[in-house]
């Protein structure tokens, strides 16, 4: 059964609909709510073909009603969905656009799975305001009419299958969905969790989540949430600037955030959206009634110019994407104009980051200590931006922590091995290095043991002995 721990309820009032509330303190790392997903469809566009059960890549069919796929080892299809889709005249071509809609008026036609219906029911889907939207004429043409044109009308008869129902449907799908990893990390997938959906949104959430191979959701609470607090997710990316965090909800989610981040015009001194003072060329411009205004030196800037240099420095960060050099010559650029952690430049610092992950991992590449101080100092300054706007247990952090100690340890090294620096200057470096892989290990510890996570948990852990080891060695050094 899905269920939340004894110490929330769910409430309800005009502004938020049904939310979560801690009737109890909770402590950091409990287990909030764990959820099977009840629906699980294709992202979008996604025209990989995967098992209709499993959701691995397949290249099989189902030999009875020759619409779904299904891998040899999840088949034979279930019967109820099989002998409906036997009947289903004309299949769309596009299998990506329909699959979902399709396996839910399947289920909603499954009176053993009346429990479904009910849930579905319950779940937002904001037709009001999406009616006519352009996100409501692209369904209507790549899902809905091609439904409409065969005769799956006649196949289900719970439902009136009509216009309103099938954009209810994309509906639902489009406002709660949560985005999953597909199995083996290929690509991905959307799924529903009513449950975790009733959680209200907040930019900088007190709940993270992480879901299994099995489709499996667990949410815990990041940090200590105390009694009487919302209990809350983060439905956006929080790398994001305010601007586009909010654009993206308004647009997905169909409201305006006024969380504390977003009411913040420094972003809770994180400066992700600050632009550096033209005058001073030291203090942040931030935004306060409509204007840029340098913390520093009260410097008013037009809101026009900096709208124009974030908008060039976008198109700049897009165009260097994958190119290690221009990456760095953009970023040394827009360093004097950006503020330090503006989320344009974070973006770069990840993106620089990525390519000397794979240099260094590449075995047949060996990094000089330039290159590895530079992947330390950018991982140091990522995991400066994350400790604000990512307080709690946080799986970015914990990454970011991990990339920074690995290169600091193997830099201290070198310098020893080259006389510049003392044995005892080493094993500092070594044991501080040790605190910050144990604090991500800590932070890991919540993640599916089979996930890309769960492994990183596993390397620290290998990492950590040696390193134990190594500690000891260096002490016991004459
Ligand atoms: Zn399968
Ligand atoms: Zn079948
Ligand atoms: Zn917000
Ligand atoms: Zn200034």
């Known amino acids: 059964m899905n269920k939340f721990n004894n110490k929330c309820s769910v409430e309800k009032n005009e502004q938020l609909g049904r939310y979560v509330v801690a009737v109890q303190d909770i402590d950091e790392g409990e287990t909030i709510l764990t959820e099977k997903s009840i629906l699980i469809f294709p992202v979008l566009g996604d025209e990989t073909q995967r098992c209709c059960q499993c959701f691995k890549k397949t290249g099989d069919i189902c030999k009875s009603c020759k619409k779904f796929p299904i891998c040899a080892s999840c088949g034979p299809h279930n019967d109820f969905e099989c002998q409906i889709l036997q009947k289903l005249d004309k299949m769309p071509r596009k299998l990506s656009n329909v699959f979902g809609v399709i396996r839910c008026l399947i289920q909603m036609e499954n009176f053993e799975n009346v429990e479904f219906a009910e849930v579905f029911d319950s779940m937002e889907a904001h037709q009001t305001e999406r009616r006519g939207t352009a996100i409501w004429k692209t369904h209507h043409k790549t899902t809905i009419e091609p439904l409409l044109q065969s005769n799956i009308k006649s196949l289900i008869k719970s ?5 309103d129902l099938l954009q209810r449907i994309c509906g639902v799908f489009d406002v709660n969905s949560f985005e999953i990893r597909a199995p083996g990390g290929l690509g991905c997938l959307r799924s529903l969790f009513p449950y975790a959906a009733l959680l209200a949104h907040d930019c900088v959430a007190n709940t993270m989540v992480s879901i299994d191979d099995h489709f499996q959701m667990k949410i815990s609470s990041n940090r200590p949430i105390k009694a009487g607090e919302m209990v809350t997710y983060c439905y956006t990316n929080p790398l994001w600037g305010t601007s586009k965090r909010r654009e993206s909800l308004l647009v997905g989610k169909y409201f305006n955030c006024m969380c504390k981040r977003c009411e913040d015009s420094s972003e809770l001194g994180s400066h992700m959206s600050s632009v550096l003072c033209p005058s001073c060329s030291e203090g942040a411009l931030i935004i306060r009634n409509f204007n840029w205004r340098c913390i520093e030196c009260n410097t008013i ?14 198109v700049s960060v897009k165009e260097s994407e994958g190119n290690l050099r221009l990456l760095e010559t953009t970023l040394r650029r827009y360093s004097k104009i950006l503020h330090t952690n503006h989320h344009l430049l974070v973006d770069l610092k990840q993106n620089v980051c990525a390519i000397l992950r794979k240099l260094i991992m590449n075995p047949a590449f060996n990094p000089n200590v330039e290159l590895l101080q530079r992947k330390a100092q950018l991982c140091g300054e990522i995991l400066e931006v ?3 706007v990512q307080p709690g247990i946080s799986r970015m952090k914990a990454i970011a922590l991990q990339e920074f100690a690995m290169p600091t340890a193997d830099i201290a090294r070198m310098q020893f091995d080259s006389g510049k620096i003392t044995k005892e200057q080493l094993k500092k470096t070594l044991e501080k290095c040790q605190q910050d892989l144990k604090e991500a290990a800590r932070m890991l510890f919540y993640e ?31």
């Open 386 to 388: 994350l400790k604000i």
């Open 448 to 478: 599916p043991v089979e996930s890309p996570e769960g492994q990183l948990a596993r390397n620290i852990m290998l990492d950590l002995k040696e390193l134990q080891e190594e500690i000891k060695d260096v002490g016991s050094w004459e």
């Open 159 to 163: 439902v009136d299958v009509d216009t």
């Open 301 to 314: 800037e037009d809101p026009i110019k900096v709208e124009e240099i974030v908008a060039d420095a976008e």
